[in-house]
């Protein structure tokens, strides 16, 4: 019976991402209609509709799904490491530090790989952070982590706004739209695809592992875990796909959060199905996310994190108000 809705569920998953990806084709300040997207893909479109679908809508729905999927998994592996359902790159920090980072490397005058470098070392960094301060010289406590993510993600979002007060004013509408989420410049999006494709395919490989992990510390090592390597893997996998999400859209909250904690709820916490349904689900609501900011109110675009907060808010609530005893 837990195969048969697993499955079932994949295969509504799958159907949500390309339905959801067929939408963002198709709508926007100029409709095109199913059918025109449709062609467009296939090649049969006139070349207009052929330009905005292929050249447009294509590349920043792709990397929607692909910074979304990226999210998702890193907050699956984040509350994997940390033992906490509440670990999210948002709520913890890690988008914060990646954003610093790469803002300070922006107004260094630096640019492409030597900023994401940036974020990726102010992404660990941030993580590495809010577990050495919430572990001290003792065991750490879920409130306790959380308490010290929530105060070290205040302290690099008055960094962030120190920054973008020195930051020159030609720049700051730009930055200040991106901080918010902006895939308006997403033009790009094989290597976010790729990277999506790697981390899930290389963590639903060591499911086994994260389900041990995810039992404690302890239980891992009788088992022959080796534990602290292992969660440097983890640390570092986490901490790329956060800041490879930040250098390409901005800061997004909330989808490594709620996306985890939904699927658990529906499927268990097998990751062998976790990972790669999270990646799924992840990327899904990016992509409706993406398409209504730029839809409701066209041809102005709303930034998109503000979008993913208002979903997934009292989307949180609503599943920790029916899951009292969810662990």
Known sequence: MLRL???????????????ALLIALAT??????????????SGKASVEIQALV???????????????????????????LL?????????????????????????????GLIIDVAAFSGALAATVLVFSIARGTGSWTPTRLLLTGVVLAAGFS??????????PEHQL??????????????????????????????????????????RGELQAAIVGLPVTGFRYLVFVASSLATALAVTTVGVIGFVGLVVPHLIRMLIGSDHRIVVPASA?????????????????????????????AAIGVPLFLILMSRSQNYR
């Not at 809705?5 to 339905?19: E, G, H, K, P």
């Not at 292929?54 to 994997?80: C, K, S, Y």
């Not at 033992?83 to 640019?111: C, E, H, K, Q, W």
């Open 5 to 19: 809705r697993q499955s079932t569920i994949f295969v509504a998953l799958v159907a949500i991402v390309i339905a």
């Open 28 to 41: 926007g300040s100029a409709n095109v209609g199913f059918e025109d997207a449709i062609s467009a893909l």
């Open 54 to 80: 292929i050249e447009l809508r294509l590349p920043r729905a792709l990397t929607a799904f692909a910074v979304g999927g990226l999210l998702a998994v890193a907050g699956v592996l984040m509350q994997v």
């Open 83 to 111: 033992r906490n359902p509440l670990a999210d790159p948002y709520i913890l920090g890690t988008s914060g530090g990646a954003a610093v980072a790469a803002l300070t490397a922006m107004l260094l005058g630096f640019s």
């Open 158 to 167: 008055a960094a962030t706004t120190m920054l973008l007060a020195l930051s």
């Open 173 to 214: 509408r730009g930055m200040l739209f991106w901080l918010m989420g902006d895939l308006s410049f997403a033009f790009h999006p094989a290597r976010t695809l790729w990277l999506l494709a790697a981390l899930t395919l290389a963590a639903t490989l060591a499911a086994r592992h994260l389900n041990v992990l995810a």
């Open 280 to 308: 799924l689900a992840g990327g899904a609501l990016l992509v409706i996310a993406d398409t209504l900011s730029r839809t409701m109110m066209a041809p102005r675009q709303l930034p998109v994190g503000a979008l993913t």
